[in-house]
């Protein structure tokens, strides 16, 4: 018997447009957000996960809440599914990272599983705390689907985890996350299988 994970990032965010690092930081959505939201709810209404689970920060919360709002799904919170700690990088585009820090902005693209960017968290510790909430999250699925909103970069990077793919090539493999697309896993003991990634809901059957 396999169990289904969905796995979704959060709407959009005030810093999105700008391509700014979140990481842990509390960034409120934009309406259009939460107008994402809405309609990641009007699928989940349709197709009915057992079980829903966030990150706590706000973005992601308020993303799932829509959900349990439309399904009557308990929500819950998880905080080792927060986003990676970027960390002096948070509230910074890429290029202003190389300006401030170039030497430790080449080595996180460059192995961004293994090096954090400034006073960050490694990409591989943040997988490592997620990994242990997810394995919990599939058990109390027991054969069902969970839907779990998290974050872009920790999901890329446990994805590449879960399928075997060095996650230091998460940008290579899985280059962008849209908000609110679903990304499905099935699980049977402790294999896991990638069956689709990055589909708006709009085309999610």
Same mark, same amino acid.
């Given at each position: ?17 700008? =391509? ?5 930081? &509390?960034?409120?959505?934009?309406? =259009? ?23 706590? /920060? ?6 799932? &809440? ?6 009557? +799904?308990? =929500? ?7 986003? !990676? ?22 080595? #996180?693209?460059?192995? $961004?599983?293994?090096?954090?960017? $400034? ?11 997620? +990994? ?9 699925? &027991? ?7 998290? =974050?872009?970069?920790?999901?890329? /990077?446990?994805?590449?985890? +879960? ?13 962008? !996350? &849209? ?17 689709? #990634?990055? !589909? ?6």
């Amino acid at each position: 018997m396999s169990t289904t994970l969905i796995m979704v990032r959060h709407g959009e965010t005030v810093w999105h447009g700008e =391509h700014r690092y979140a990481g842990s930081s &509390d960034i409120a959505l934009t309406d =259009h957000g939460m107008q994402q939201a809405e309609e990641l709810a009007a699928w989940a209404a349709k197709h009915r996960p057992d079980v829903l689970v966030s990150s706590e /920060l706000t973005r992601a919360w308020r993303t799932a &809440d829509a959900v349990a709002q439309a399904t009557g +799904l308990e =929500h819950w919170t998880e905080p080792d599914l927060r986003e !990676v700690d970027f960390g002096k990088g948070e509230g910074l585009t890429l290029d202003e990272l190389y300006e401030k820090y170039p030497d430790t902005a080449a080595a #996180f693209v460059a192995a $961004p599983a293994r090096s954090p960017m $400034p006073s960050g968290e490694p990409g591989a510790i943040a997988v490592a705390r997620a +990994l242990k909430v997810l394995a919990r999250i599939i058990r109390d699925a &027991d054969g069902g689907t969970a839907l779990v909103v998290g =974050h872009g970069t920790l999901m890329r /990077l446990v994805i590449c985890t +879960l399928i075997s793919i060095d996650p230091n090539l998460y940008r290579d493999v899985f280059p962008e !996350v &849209d908000n609110c697309a679903l990304t499905t896993l099935s699980f049977e003991d402790d294999k896991a299988s990638l069956l689709n #990634f990055n !589909v708006p809901v709009g085309n999610a059957r």
